[in-house]
Every structure is written in C-alpha cells, then in structure tokens.
C-alpha cells in the first residue's frame, strides 16, 4: 500500500469551494446472515423399454437418453442478505434522499440491512484509504471523481468491470462514466455530477440570451445590469479556454494551452469582462454570490450548488441558461461527479452483495431520488423534476468534458490558479501568460 495523504490533502485544499455538505447523518439497520437458498435437484425420468419389452434395454438407456433425462440445475438465484457499511457525505437533502433508497431497499430486499456514517467531504478520502490500508473500512463509499487516481495507486479501490451486468452503464451520462474510468478499468458507478453554466436573473436583465461571449461582453458594456460575475478559478472558467480552440494536455501529458492563441484569447476575455462596469472576474466567490443576490449583475457563472441559497433570494427569477460559445465553438465546462466504490478486501461472497448496493444507489430508481433532492443524476433514465435550473444544467452537460485525472493536474490546479490572477490583476499579458504557464508546469512535470 501506499499513501495518499499528501495527495488527497492538497486536492481538498484546493477544491473546498465545490465540497460544500456538512453534516454528520448515521442510519443503522439490523443484522441478518448471508444463507443463500439451494436449489432442489430435479430427478430424471425413469427410462423407457425397448420394442421388443427387453428389460435389459430399459436399464441401459443410450448416452443420449441419459443426458436428456438429467436436466441441468438451475442457477442459484441471487438474494441480498447481510449486513453492509456505506460511508458517503451526503447531507441536508441529499441525505434525505439517501433515506429514501434505504427505505425502498429495505422492502425490496428485506434480509439485506445497511449501516451507513456521514464523512465529512475533506475528511473521507484520507480516512477511508487509511482504513482499507489496515484491512478494514467501510464495504462500500461514495467519493468525488478528483480521488480515484491517488486511491487506484494506493490500491484501495476495486474495479468493478467484472461485477457489471451486461448494458449496466448504458444509461449513465458518458463523461460522468469517464470521470471513474482509468486505463481500462471502471472504479465507480456514477451517482450524481455537477458543472459549471450561467445563471441568469430575469429580473435584472431582460437581454436575449448571449449566443456567444461576444455577445454577453457585449451586453454587458451595453448596460450593467446585463453585468456578468465568474469566479476566477480554474474549474468555473475552464468551459471558455476550448470554446476559443486551447487544449490543456497532448497524449503525453504535457501542457500545450500556449500551442495556439486561443487560451491569450480567452483570458483577455475576461480581462475585459472584468474592465467592464457592473461586472466582476474575481476570486472573492462570496462577494459574487451576494452581488448577483442584490441584483447587481444579471448574469453569474456558477454551478448547482449555488441553486438552494440564490433561489431562496431570486425566486422564479433565477434561472439557468447555456454558457456563451466562443470563436471555436461551444462551452466545455469541466463534470465533476461523485461514485459509488468497493472496497479491495472484499471476497468473493460479499463483493457481489456491495455491488448490488452500489447498483441500486445509482440505478434510474436512485437518481430520481437525488434528481428530486436538486442533484443532477449520473444516470440519465431517471426521472427530473420539472425545474428549469436542473434542466438547464442538463443541457449544459451536452457539450461538457469529463474532468482531467492526469498526475500533471497536481500542478494545473496550482499554476493555472496564478495564471488567472496574473492576468486580472494586470501584472502579465494573457499570451505570456499562457506561455509562461505552460512552461512552469512542463517543467516541474518533465515534459
């Protein structure tokens, strides 16, 4: 084994703006044995006698009469009985929807009981890849797509690919599926995923939606209240650097954002957005949320998260609509996305019996539930509420990239965070900026 401290501690670091659950739920269900029933052999017919009613005939039946007589058994079928642990950070209305699953469950397979223990979300890599690391932890955990790549080297993860049922992965949105893939491995089922779009207030800003970023710059000259607030991180502007033809990686990994003038491009873009009156770039996020609240600007780019406390201010006012396109075509916001994983120590009997947990968690029943609670299911036969800013963020998820997993990221995060700051704060010119981004991470990595 090895450890991932180092790893998961910077990620969490850098990504608390988007982990945001805060509650300690504990639900616990009974105990039960994992007896299977066997099933009844059925006993072949006694054979026939010859034409001539020799009684030799009839005790020495051909090979093919024997084999006819002998009906194959059939399978064992499957029964959910036992008793499973499930670690998750799901709270307020997730964790409602969570207690509605087990609910089902509990009726559906009444000798299957499931203890289940909130982690806060910083807190539940680190503490589940230690436990496993000691031969224990949980059966089975739900965990953000940013961890599996450090939890597949520790080897505290178990791929799943043998355990699927055939069109099992159909259903789920694709890049939410790549989120848990590595090599060609599938380390999760995909629960829920978020990503970045924009928000609008109607109430503000009565503009035609922005088909492009020309135009929502241009609106925003126009008029403050057509303003536009984009939080300067890496993960809430990404969608804009493809939208200008900018690539973060080639095959090998290396950094190639300064190979075309699109990444200048796109950050000289919100250079001016950020120049324009009753519009903000910064990365004060608070600021932001209360400014769109107040009815500054009208438009904000945010993701689902943000959904409960700015309808609570907004109302019916607030809605989503599709991120502008750029020169080179649409938005790609990066999809974040939640799984559901097992546990390596798993035997043979009850890996089975984790899956199927994992399958119900995930499956059209599951995601309806959390589609419910305001979550944007992975799996997209579930059934959504009709609500605009779900839906809008649905949509959104047509032209979304699944998030990168490469080792390089460890630098990205941190580099590309400083060439954002930069370049707003006016210090470095947005080509040279990209350039000089590049080359700094190339160089740390070794490309």
């Not at 790549?178 to 090599?183: I, K, M």
């Not at 607030?229 to 200008?244: D, R």
Request: glycine share 10%; with cysteine; net charge negative.
């Amino acid at each position: 084994m090895h450890t991932v401290a180092e790893a998961f501690t910077a990620r969490a670091k850098r990504l608390l703006p988007i982990l945001l659950l805060a509650t300690f739920i504990a639900l616990t269900l009974g105990a039960c044995d994992q007896d299977r029933p066997t099933p009844t052999p059925v006993p072949p017919a006694a054979p026939g006698t010859d034409a001539n009613g020799d009684p030799a005939a009839a005790q020495a039946p051909s090979a093919a009469t024997a084999a006819a007589a002998s009906p194959t058994p059939a399978p064992t079928p499957f029964v959910p009985q036992g008793d499973l642990v499930l670690w998750h950070s799901w709270g307020g209305a997730d964790g409602d929807a969570l207690t509605q699953i087990l609910t089902q469950l509990k009726q559906d397979a009444p000798l299957l009981n499931v203890e289940t223990l909130y982690v806060a979300p910083n807190d539940l890599p680190q503490a589940y890849a230690d436990a496993v690391a000691a031969g224990g932890g949980p059966d089975v955990a739900v965990t953000e797509n940013w961890w599996i790549s450090n939890m597949v080297g520790a080897d505290v993860i178990r791929p799943l690919d043998d355990l699927l049922q055939p069109g099992q992965t159909d259903g789920f949105h694709l890049a939410s599926l790549l989120n848990f893939r590595r090599g060609d491995a599938l380390y999760a089922l995909p629960a829920t995923w978020q990503l970045v779009s924009l928000f609008q207030n109607t109430s503000v800003t009565t503009a035609t939606v922005p088909a492009t970023t020309g135009d929502l710059l241009a609106q925003a000259q126009a008029s403050p209240a057509n303003g536009i607030g984009i939080y300067a991180n890496l993960f809430h502007v990404w969608w804009g650097f493809p939208a200008y033809g900018a690539q973060l990686f080639d095959e090998s990994g290396k950094v190639i954002i300064d190979q075309s003038s699109g990444a200048g491009e796109f950050l000289q873009w919100m250079k001016d957005v950020g120049a324009t009156p009753g519009s903000f770039v910064d990365t004060d996020y608070g600021m932001l949320l209360d400014r769109f609240k107040k009815g500054e600007f009208g438009y904000l780019v945010d993701g689902p998260w943000a959904t409960a406390e700015l309808r609570a201010a907004l109302g019916d006012a607030l809605t989503v609509v599709p991120l502008p396109a750029g020169p080179a075509g649409a938005a790609q916001p990066w999809i974040q996305g939640e799984g559901v994983i097992l546990n390596p120590n798993l035997d043979a009997n009850r890996a089975p019996l984790a899956f199927y947990l994992a399958s119900t968690l995930t499956n059209e029943a599951g995601g309806t539930a959390f589609a419910r609670a305001g979550r944007l299911p992975a799996n997209q036969r579930a059934e959504l509420p009709n609500d605009p800013i779900l839906r809008g963020f649905m949509a959104q998820a047509a032209t979304a990239q699944p998030a990168p997993f490469q080792p390089e990221m460890e630098q990205v995060w941190g580099y590309g965070g400083d060439m954002l700051v930069k370049v707003l704060g006016g210090t470095v010119e947005p080509v040279q900026a990209a350039r000089e981004t590049a080359a700094l991470i190339n160089d740390v990595t070794g490309k």
